[in-house]
């Protein structure tokens, strides 16, 4: 059993940043799998990025060059720097995790950015 939990969120205005966390209850560091996705209101929830445990990224193409995934095996937090902001980003924003098979998800943190 993996529980997450999100933090960061908040409201911002277009062009600015945030960087999300998400705290882990358990070690990440064989968990291979762990990512960003979000959800806005009446649309399907949608990958943001991915890290493995070689560090190897994957980024929607609507967040390439402006956000940024990294891990932190020590404190079994995973991150999300957000740069340049755009009202489209505006979503909840769900952490998962991917162990054994199993997808745990945080209950999400809330991103509005005002044009």
């Known amino acids: 059993q993996v529980q997450l939990v999100e933090s960061g969120g908040g409201l911002v205005q277009a062009g600015g940043s945030l960087r999300l966390s998400c705290a882990a209850s358990v070690s990440i560091f064989s968990i291979n799998n762990m990512g960003w996705y979000r959800q806005a209101p009446g649309k399907q929830r949608d990958l943001v990025a991915v890290i493995t445990t070689e560090g190897r990224t994957t980024y929607a193409d609507s967040v390439k060059g402006r956000f940024t995934i990294s891990r932190e095996n020590a404190k079994n937090t995973v991150y999300l720097q957000m740069n340049s902001l755009k009202a489209e980003d505006t979503a909840v924003y769900y952490c998962?995790?991917?162990?054994?098979?199993?997808?745990?998800w945080g209950q999400g943190t809330q991103v509005t950015v005002s044009s």
């Open positions: 998962k995790a991917r162990n054994s098979g199993w997808d745990y």
